[in-house]
Structures are given as structure tokens and as C-alpha cells.
């Protein structure tokens, strides 16, 4: 097994979130659900990151801010997208600054329903990055090989 | 300043002694209450297809089509917020406490395809 | 119910600075500043309180008149004035702090300017499908 | 000392002990330093291996760089790390240790300064910092041994006839004071820390990715060993269980102290190392004197 | 000799910014010269959705406006909404609205709290304050549904009540909490290392916060005394409560302010659960809105405004929404200059920026 | 002795020819020339004299003798014309006490009445010839080719360039003159020689400022000048006659000696800029960077630092030498701290410079002979490196038209070559295990011995300097090596001559690095061993080995750079997830208010801790205080001594 799904560093982003999910993506930190037990570290910085969590749709101003991110990761990595907002705008599809859910801007890997997503919805979805992290990985690997 | 204060020690040796207040989650189950909102679930047989749930909807989720019989959430757009559940002159509608699982692709619509009307009510 | 008096007085572009500078003088603060689309122009709202008085001054203007900046009584102001510049495309003139349109930056420039639509439009469903596209642009 | 002292058996076998164990051994110790913050906030926390995890997930990912010359220096740090290691437990000239010591943090920081990142860049001058607040003390902890033993070796250091810490303790708790900072804990990890939230983003470590973290991961396994190993110092052969508890203890109190305090600036930081240093260990070598 | 200046991005993606804004630091040595805030990055315009839901709809839409202080957000809007049509609520809901105003409250100041710990680098506070964070998310959780988007207020009264099985246990609950809040208190209040890092940081005169628009606990933390439930929306005027107010102006003050704060929150949920009356939750709104009403309450980071202008249709003309956080930012500016790099994020999160709100 | 005496007088000669040569190719062929030879002659004495021990040479002085003072009379003319016409009377009156003094020595005592020998050389004087020969011309040959850009550069400076070589070539003369000297008087001829050289250097560029610097290093130099003479007068006065001669005066009766040291010590503290006299050195930077290469590393300050090694034996283990040892540990501490908040690369090196000095004088002080054998090589690194690293500056400076550190931001992308010599430079002085640290290791071993409890303190000042050293040497390097965008070198980074001297003396440092054992076993083991009658080696060869397989590790390090650069992504700084650009040499990225800024970076300066006035001025109280006592323990103590 790649050591990659043992040590998921992640990285959060409030695209333009109303900050629920982004409350209870921190939240996951904490005590009650401590996401270090499957040795996930927040690390605030792309370039150590293997997980993206993005809350909020995509707006004019946080539109490169994402891809950047994005772009500054080292391979393999992979995005959750979380709430309503970050799925498809949410309640605020309709709003002139929202461009609609992060899928539009970068390819997503697991998506977490919910307004707000729950705590332990947002585990599931990290932890279903997971495989798919494995996945890359052995891509990559083989890549490589070649 | 100049004296060093560990007002944290009482609290770090408490929390040692009591263990971690952890759920854990997955390998114990989720937190849920009665009134926690998952998602919204439908009992699509006893459905008129009125609409007033889609009219009602902040989120624009559902789609109602008297003419296919269908009731569709869209699960990305939906934010769980009891509108419809609230507006549906039938009640049947709900909010489970479940949450949604987390999927690989999407977009997420469930469709709901009700029964063929009966006969009687064509009668009218 | 009425929880508490909330006044408005209706004064002019030109009386402006004038009736701030007094507001100031007797101690007030500056609560907000806050603009609506009413069919052809602008009214612009001046929040003061004091001790829990709650006092309105109230502009109302036309489509291409320009505002005096009240950054000179109350430094804090240019917040308020330039969001009124970017959400509504009042010009303000001589702000303390001008973020140059890049206070609140819109993909459709001054989205408030223009009057609401009369009719609500339901946004055409199914447009996810088409508008998705699945990987990073660059 | 003739040249068959270097070739002796004893150092080369701590050496290669170091070279080997101090990945894991320091791993397990990080670990143990996780699960029980972890517990100490009411968390559960990783698995014990979570270090070593880490640094092999870190070797797995894409080699993501500003410069290639980043990793030069990285590596260097690496190496020299290595190489400060294997001239403390090789049993040689303590001084040297504690130059080759500095020569790696200098790699380290070099690393940061030429990847030309803002983050990085402050994180380095943080660090140079810490280095300009420790360095006196570590160099005065080294003369105080000289001063006991009259040697500056560290096989005559360990093997000295009495704990050295009955004649050095200011020097000791002086030392213990900057392991702090070494061991990049709070309330003094200024230049950059194991938790995430940093006014610095990572601050020193903000630019490396992949292997290069790794690298300094690992560097930082083989310090943290070194310098565990200096306190076993003032223990030495004379007194070795207690030795190893204090080691074990010290490293305790540094863990609980890293969870009851808050990051203090760089000032607070660099004066208090430079008074306790003075306070505590120049007092302490001039009291030699007088007993 | 040439400059030597760094210029720092801070933010908009940053470990100590739960949410993006941005700085450009100017930084000589650690000293900040210069630090220009924007913002932007969160902007919806949600506002404008008021064209396009009917105003009991709209509801659902304010309480998104921030998932921190979401509920006073509904409240607030319904009050302006009910001012305007001049609906009266029962009072069981008024009281209702307020237990779960000041849930809301202590759950934003200890969720706060912790991020503060967390910017001075103290993580083992940061963890215990959320922790207890979560005693308050479980109650209202339990009471209303929703962990952070409550959903629980309507145009016209509440949506869902509280039995009295429930309200007792509720204030056996809330003690407990309000115990462990005291024990984190004390460390916020005594701690060395945190009073290295907040006493004297980011001083801000009380001449200076009352003329620059400071509201809420940044404005109370330098001594001025606006709090806006004292105008006695909701159940306020039948509880027994003084503002806190604190004089030092710097960070270390406002930190107090907030902390006694979640202390006051849960004595007022027990004043409040000691005299709810019975009675319906809710009155049948008929009609639609027509005039204007700037609604003001006090949410943790301060005085919120609503302003709605209704014309008789279904739809609002106009929902301007004035959130603390915006009006805290000139002082903000303020404070920032001449601080110190490590001051930063202390200086920004002390007055608990939420971007969300800020820009709607 | 021929090969000595051509030594000292070749460079006088050629020196004299370069002032009737007219700029141009000629007399920059000459100038090389003329180096080369001087070199080659420092070299071929290496050779000559290598293993064989102290030699003394007897010189017929009836004839010289009255030449030397007629010299020396005519200096302190000079200097009392110019600081006349200056008028800088203080100068004037010094000048003149010192004329009298000496005449008055050499009227009453007649100390040339006295046949010794008059020259001599050792492995010490063997070494600073070789420093003041290699180093010295390679200067030389660069200022060929700086002065060349400088003239262009500075065009309100008058073209005076025959009489700068002039000067340059005297100087070296002076210098050789001086490590050669046995007779005391002949070295105070070659001393005053220096002083006037320096001034005149120092102040080339004519405008104000250089002057007034010019007599500012004067003053501080004729103040030793006045206490060399002093010390002059004493031995004469109070001693027999021969003692006027070091070899005779190290061994005679320790109060002679001591008060002598001490006179000639102090002298020397002037000249190598000791607190606190320092500020000097600092001023002189206002000379074209030859000069200020020539003055602080191998020659001037090597003067100072090279009387009080001199009688460092004198000083082993009394309060005196403590006294002096502080001195320069406070000088060390102080100007390491003060070199942090100074952004001038000049007056970095130049605080470095005096750091350095410091602690030779601190082992010279302590006077053990570990202690001395750390203060040669303390001198011979840090001539080396030093030296290396005022021309990469002065290179710097020719093509930046600046000497800020901030503007040496990504120095390595623009300017390779010459960033890779500084950086080998700055190794040289601060890092394991290259030169300056072996010799910080070597002091450390040699105070922990020394008289308790000063020696402790001692090294706590030791060990508070070393930190700072760190500090604002990496941040330099740190600063050279931050490239933020992919740059183009510059096509020329130096003229031919400044290359060949940078290239040259970055080899001479590596060397130097990776034999030094060798110049340890064969120069300067065998010089302290006759001095101290002792046989033990003071390297532990296992230490050796160990130094040396770290130098070669960093030489092998590079290698990696291969490794390193394959199959790599390349990505920008993180800047916070914000918009960023690249264009030439700027990285900027989207500010508030919509603008681009460029993310300028800048080293930490720390104004407020370690400003220069505030610890210039704690320096001078301080060493001001111990020169008081110094003085005070010499006419307590010794007259005793001296009398009976
Ligand atoms: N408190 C609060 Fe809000 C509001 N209104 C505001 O700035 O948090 Ni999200
Ligand atoms: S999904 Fe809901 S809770 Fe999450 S950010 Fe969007 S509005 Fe807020
Ligand atoms: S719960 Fe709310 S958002 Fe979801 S379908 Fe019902 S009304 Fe729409
Ligand atoms: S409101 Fe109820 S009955 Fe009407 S369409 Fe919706 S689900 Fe069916």
C-alpha cells in the first residue's frame, strides 16, 4: 500500500463559502473528531498538501486563487469538494458572482453533499479520497516506469 | 510579565486523565439526533405533483413533472433546509437524519417515479 | 411591533458634509452608509447613532451625480464608499483609502446599478450539464 | 591520539548505530510526541509510526521545486546532519559537533533563503536568529564539559567518572532551555513548527515539497537524536538509567510545555536564550572555579 | 541605501485566515510598515437575491450569509420583516430567539477563541476550546437541527420548539459548559505567553473606536458601551444584563470581552429558560411587506444592520445587510500599523473578521 | 638576505617608476609585472628559508642608521605640513611629540651604538611574507583593472593613478620592511611608512569626506605612533641598548619586556583597529576597493595584529595580557554585532575585519602557545578569504553600481562566477570546516587554559560572538543565493585582471582550507615550538581527518546538483495563492487595490539591538576602561620591577 493514503496532508480553501462548511471542515481537527487519527495534518500550504478541501463555489476573485492552489501541489493529489456551495453554488447558484461549484474550474475527485456537510461526512469524503489517491499514486508509479 | 504562568497544566493533565473526548467515527457511528437534518426523502406515493415544493425551494432542487409522475432532487443543489417539507399541502415529504454519503462524481439527482394514478382519480 | 424610532431626514447632495460635520460635532458615529435602486435614482442612507438613537440622513440622487467622500469627518467612511462605488457605480470623490474598483470585484461590473427586473426569471434548469467542464483551464 | 583511535571499533559502531536506529527511534519518538499531544488536547491522535509515514509518503510525491539548487542545500543539510551525528556518537571533538551542526542549519537555511519566497525567506531569518540565540549556549555547555572532564571528546565526556550534571547543572537546565528551541516546540518554534497554523504559512519548510521535506524531515529525526544524546551527556556511563529517564523526562516537559504555552516573539525569544545563557551558564562555568 | 523592505502576500490562502482576505505586508525587519487589507474573495451578492425569492424564503438565503452567526442572521432579518408588516411574535418565540441568539453567540466567541489561541500558536487551547464548542453545537443540533445553519426562524415566529423536558436539561447543560468555559478563561486572562502576545498589541484608543465605527466586542474591548441588545429586541428587555465592557483598547481586552461574553451568553440562556413562557411559536403572516426598516441587532461581532425596503410585492426591494465585520475593518487598519509580523494575525483575528458576512 | 633585501626595496623601486608611467597598457603590464615578480619573490624566500628556522642577518648600519632617521623626521614633517594646511592641529601636535621623542632617543641613547642584527625571519615572518607577497600583488594586479572602471564610474575624481600604485607598491614594501624588521627602530620607520601610505589612500578621492576619514585614521595611528615611540624611548631609557632588537627584548627581563609590549601593543591596537580605535577602518571605506582590500586583509591591520602576536609570550599568563585579550574579545563581540545592522557590504567586511583582528589579539593576548598558533592561522584565513571577498565587492560594485547587500539579491543568477567566489569567501570566515572556524575552534581550546576565571569569560564572549557571525554572514549568503526568477548571467561579470585576482585567491582559499595541516606541521608548529621550548602538536590528526573529509564532502556536494536536476516540476513561490507574474527580474503578484507589486525580500537589520552608534559607543567606554587599567597595572606593577 502507498504510504500516501497514510499520511494525507490536506489543504483547505474557503472559495466563497458562508464559512458552515468551513467551520466544520476545522472542526474535523478537533477534539471530538480528530482527523490526525488517520495521520491528517493541516497543513496551509499547497505545496505540502495531498488533499484540497474546497468549501464555497467559484467567484470572480477567488477564480485564479483556486487554481493556484490547485497548480501548486505536488502530484498525486486529489480535491474534495464540500457543501452545496462548492457542489454546484448552492442557494447561491443564482448570484451574479458565482460562477457555479468547483468542478468547473478543476477536476474533482470526491464530492460531500450536505448544507452544511456534516463532520463526519466530510471524514467519509477525505477518507474516500483515499483510494483514489491510491489510485493516482500507482499512476503515477507506473508513469514513471515508462 | 517576567513571571512564567502554566495556567494550561490543569487542563492538559485533566484531559489525560479522562481520555480523549473522540467519537470515533468511522468506526463508531456518526452523531445524530432526531431533529438533525440528512436529506430529504420522499414518499412519492402519496405526491399530487402540485409543485409547491419546487416553487418553495431556495435552492431551486427539486423538479416536479405532473406529466412523467416524476419527483427529482438535484442532492448538490438541495441545502436540506425543510422548506419543502414545510410547504408540501400532502406531507409527503421528509427530512431523514441520515446524511447523504459522499460520491465520486456527480452531478447527484434522485428521480422518483410515482405509481400510475388510479383509475378512479383519472375518472375525475 | 416596533422595536425602536428610526429617523430619516431627506437632505441634499449639497448639504451633505454640512449636516455630517454636525452629526460628528454632536457626537455621533457613523453606523453605515448604504444605497437602494429606487426607479430612477439612487437613495442613499447616512446611519448615526448615539446612545441608542438611531438617526438617518438621506440623499437621494440621480443616475450620474457624484457623491462627496465623508472620509475627512469619518476616516472609517471609505469602506462604505467604495463598496457604493463598486456594487452601484457611484463615483465618490476624494475617499481616504480608494480601492480603485477592487473592493468587491464583480464579474459583471456595478451589478447593482441597474433597477431590478420587473419580472423574476427562473434560471433554465439542466444548465449544470452543459456548463461542466472537468479539469483546470491552464 | 594516533590514527587507529579514529578506526576504533566503539565510535565506528555508534555510528553505524546512529546512522541506522535514529530514523526510527526518532520517528517513535515524534510518534509518542504526537499521541500523547493528542492527548494532552483530548484527541486521540496518529499511530506511532506516523513520522516515519510521513517521510515515505513524502518520498513518493512529485519533486516539486522553485529552484533545483534548493535541494542541493537540502541535501546538504541532510548530509550534515548526518555527519554531526556521526562525529558525536564517533565519539570525537564536541566543538566540532556543534560547528558541523551549525554548518547544517546554515544548509538548511540557504535551502529556504534561495528558494525566494517571501514565506521562506522570513522563516530563514527566524531561524538564523534562533541560531544566533542557542549557539552561545551550546558552545558554553561544551566548554563546561571540557572544564569537568578536560577533554573535549565525547567518548571522554560520557565516560567520565561522575555525572556531570552535579558540577553543571545551571548548564544543564540552560541547555534543556534551548533544547526548546532546537526541537522547534513552543512557545519558541518561530521559524516554522510541526502544527500548521503559522503566521509564516510553514515558514522555513513553506517551498520544500515531496522529497525535499523529506529530506529535512529526516534531518530534523537525526537532530532531535543528537541532541537527546547531549543531554544523555551530563549523565553519561556514570549514571546511565537515569541518564536515559531524565532524556525520556526532558523530552516529557518539553511536550507538555509545547502544549501550555502559546509561540512567544522573536524578541521575547532571542533575549531570554541570551540571559538564561548568561544567567545560568556563564555563572555556572565561573562557579567551576570555585569549588 | 536601498530600501529594506519585504513585501509579504498575506493571504488570500493562509494557515492563521480560516477565511481569505488579503494583505500586502510591508515589513522591515518584523516590523510591519505598511498593510493594506482587501477583500472580495467571498463575495456572492446575495443581496441581490432578494429580487429573485419571496421575502418568507429569503430567510433561508440570510441565514446563509454566514454559517457563524447564522441564526441572529435570520433573526434579523425576520424583525425587520415583521417591523415592516407590523406582525407581533408570541413571545415563547421571542424567548426562544434568544436562546438561540445566545447559543449562537457562545458558539461564535468559543469557535473564535480557539482560532485566536490557535494564530499565537497555541494549539492545545485552540483544541480545547473547540471542544467545548461542540457542547453548544450539540444542543443546538439537538433543538433546531443544524450544527452551524440553524433554519430554525421564520417571518413570524420560530419553526420548531423546545419541550420542557428539554429546556431543563438544557440549562442542567449549559452550567457545565459554562464551568469549562471559566477554567479556559483563566488561561486566556492569566497565562504569561498569552499575555505576552495580547497585552498592549494592536491598541486602539476609545476616541479612536467610537469615531472609526467600531461595534461590537472591538468597540467594547476599548471601552465603548454600544451593545445592541440593549435596545431591547427579542426577550432582552425582560433579562437582567449589562454589557461587558473593557478599557485597555488592545487585544488583550477584546479577548476579555469576548470571554466574559460566553460566560454572560450562558447565564442569559438560563435567565431566559427560567422564564419562557408557554404559548404558540409562531403567528400566520398574511400579506407582503411594504416600507422600510433598518433592523439591528447584536450579533458576536457586533451591531448587524438589515435594512429591507419593501413595495407591496412579494419580492424586497432592497436587503442591505451591514455585518460588524465591515465596519470593524478601518479599525482594523488602524491597529495593523506598526505592529509586528507575528502581531498579525493576533491584530486581524482580534476583530474576529468573518469574511462571510463582510462581504455577503 | 639578498632575496629580503630585494623584497623590500623591489616594490619601493617599482613603485617609483609607476609614477612617471602614464595611465594606460604600459604601466598596467608594469604594475602586473611588477606583482609577479613580487609574488614570485615571496615565494622563492618560502622556498629559501622553508625549514630552517629563526635566521638573523647582520646589516652594516652606519650608513642606514642616519637614513632611517632622516626618514623618520621626514614623515613627521609631512604629516605636521599636511595637518597644518588641513588644520588638524591635535594631528600636528601628536606628530610632533612623536618626532621629538624619537629624535631625543636617537640624539641621547644612541641606540645604533649597539651592533645587532638588524634583519631576520622565522616561519612566522615566512608566513606574512608569503600573505603580504601572493595577496598583496594579486591586489595590485586587480587594481589595474578596477581603478580602470573606477575612473569611469567617478568622474568628479581626479585621475591620480600613477601615484595610487605608487602607494600600493610602497606599501608592500613597508610591509615586507616590517615582518623582516629586528631592529625596533627600522620597524617603526616601516610602521610610520604605513600609516602615511593609508592615509594618503584613504583619502584618493579627494572630496571631503575622504579627508576627513584620511585624518581621522591618521590621528588614530599617530596616537600608536606616539606609543611605539614611547615604547622606543622606554627601552632606551631604561634598558641596555640591545634590547632595542626583538629577539633580544622577547628574552630580556620580563618588566622590560612587558612595559615594552605593552607600548608597542598598544600601537599595535591602533593600527589593527581595536576598539577603541576602530572607527578608522570603517571610515576608510571610503577608499577605492583595492585599498580597502590591501589596508584589512593582508597588510596594515596585519601589521598591528603581527607586533602583538609578536610578543604574545610576554603576555602568556598575566593580567596585562588579559588585559589585551579583552580587548580584543570586546572588539570581536562588538563589531560581529554591530556588522548585523549594516547593510553596506564595505562596512560589513570592514566590521568583520575588525571582529577578526579581535580575536587575534584576544589569542595574542592570552599569549599560550595553542593560543598563538590560533592567532597565525586566524591571520593567514582570514587574509585569504578576506581579501577574496573585498574584490568579489569591489567587482560587485563595478557592475551594480552599488555596495548594498539588498542589491545582491539573486547574485549567484546574474553574476555566478563572482557569487560563487563570495560565497567561498564567506565559508572561509564563518563555516566548518573552512578556515576561520578551524581557527574559532583552535581559540576556544586555547582559552579554556587560560588564567582562570578569565578565561571563561572569555569564551562566553567567544562563544556570544560566534552566534552573531552566523547570523550576518548566512543572511548575506542567504541574500546572494535568493534568486526569485530565472535570470541570464551577465556576459562579462569582471575585466580580465579583477577575474584572474577573484579566481585565484577563491583557489588560495580552498587551498589554504585543505592544507592547512600542512602549513600547521611545517610553519607554524615549528615557530611556537622554538618560542615555547615545546615538542607537543597541537592538532589531533583525527580532528584533521575529520576536517578535511568535510571539506571534501562540500566540494563532492555539488555533484548532487545532477541528481537533483532531473525530472523535476517546476513551480512559482507560494504566494499566498494569489495571482503572480514573472517579468525579467521581478516576481510580482496582485496586490490590494489591484495593483501588481513586486515581492521585494530584504535582510533583517535589527537597528534598534545592535545599532552602530549605540555599540560603538559601549565599545569605546569599555576598552577605554581596560586601556586605562592597562596602563594602570603597567605603572603600578612594574616600575618595581624595572627599577631593582
Ligand atoms: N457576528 C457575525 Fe457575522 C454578522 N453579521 C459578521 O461579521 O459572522 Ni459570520
Ligand atoms: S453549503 Fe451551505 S453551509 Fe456550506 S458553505 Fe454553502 S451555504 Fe454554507
Ligand atoms: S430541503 Fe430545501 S433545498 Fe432541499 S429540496 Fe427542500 S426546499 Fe429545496
Ligand atoms: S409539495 Fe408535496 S405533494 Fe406537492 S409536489 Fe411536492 S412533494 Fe408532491
Redo the contacts with the bound molecule.
Sequence with gaps: MAYITKSPWIIHYDASSCNGCDIEVLACLTPLYDIERFGIINTGNPKHADVFLVTGGVNEQNRPVIKNIYRQMPKPNVVVAIGACALSGGVFRECYNIAGGVDKLIPVDVYVPGCSAKPEAIIDGVVKALGILEKKREAMKKEAGN | MGKITFTMSKRILKSLASGPATLRYPHEPAKRYEASRGHIE?NID?????????KNCPADA?E?SKDDRT?EIDRFRCIICNS?VE????D??STSNVYLEPVFSGPLKDRSVGPEPEPEVKEE | MTIEEQLITEITVESLLEEVKTKSDAGYRLVQIGCTRIEDAFEINYSFEKDYRFENLRVTIGEDVRMPSISDIYWGSFIYENEMHDLYGIGVDGMNIDFNGYLFKTSIPHPFRDAPAVTVKKVPKKMDEENKTSGGEE | MSFLDVMNVYPLIGVLLFIVLSPLVGGIIFGIDRIITARMQGRVGPPVLQPLYDIFKLFEKEKMVIHESQNFWIFGYLIFMIITGALFFGGSDILLVIFALTLAHVALILGAFSSGSPYAHIGAERELIQLMAVEPMIIIAAVGFYEVTGSFNTLDIISSGSPLILVLPGIFIGFVYILTVKLRKSPFDISTSHHAHQELVRGLNTEFAGSTLGMVELAHLYETAILLGFIFLFFGLAAPIIGLIVVALIYLIEIFVDNATSRVKWGLMFKSCWIVTAVLGVVNLMALYLI | MTGRRTVVPFGPQHPVLPEPIHLDLVIEDEKVIEAIPSIGYVHRGLEKLVEKKDYKNYVYIAERICGICSFIHSLGYCQGVENIMGVEVPERAHYLRTIWSEYSRMHSHLLWMGLFADAMGFENLFMNCWRIREQVLDMMEETTGGRVIQGSCKVGGVRKDISVAKLKEMSERIEKTKADVEEINHVFFDDSTVIHRTKGIGYLSKDDAYHLGAVGPTARGCGVAIDIRKTGYAAYPELDFEPVVESGGDCYSRCMVRAKEVVQSADLIRQAIEKIPGGDIDVKVKGNPEGEYFSRVEQPRGECIHYLKGNGKKFLVRERVRTPTLTNIPPLVRMLAGCEMADVPVIVLTIDPCIGCAER | MESIIFLILFPLFAGVIMLALPNGRGRDSFVNFAGVVTCIGSLYLLYEYFGKGAQFFFVDGTFIDPLITVAEIAIGLFIIGMSLKFRKYLIAVLAACQMALITYTDVVFEPSHYAGYDLFIDEFSLIMTVIIGVIGSLICIYATGYMKTYQEHHKDVKDKRPLFFFLMFLFLSAMFGIVFSNNIMWLFLFWEITTLCSFLLIAYAGDEISWKNGFWALLLNVIGGVAFAGGIFFINAFSSGSDIYLNELLTSSPGIALVAATFIGFAGLTKSAQFPFSSWLVGAMVAPTPVSALLHSSTMVKAGVYVIVRFAPVFEANLIGIAFAFIGAITFLTASAIAISQSNAKKVLAYSTIANLGLVVACAGIGTEEAVWAAILLIIFHAVAKSLLFLSVGSVENQKHSKDIEDMGGLIAAMPKVALMMLIGMAGMFLAPFGMLISKWASIHAFVNAIPPFGMLLIAIIAYGSGITVFFWTKWMGRILEVRTEREPLETEASKPEMRAILTLGALTVLACLIFPLISYTMIEPYTHTIYNSVSPLLSLSNEIIMLFMVVVVILLPVSLFHFAKGRTLRRQYMGARVSEVSGEHLRFLGSMGVMKEAELSNYYFEGIFGEEKLNRAGVLSTILIIVMLFALVSWFVPLEVIM
Design positions: 420522499i402519496d405526491c399530487i405533483y402540485c409543485g409547491l415544493c419546487s427539486i416536479v419527483w419543502c410547504a408540501c399541502p400532502k409527503c415529504l
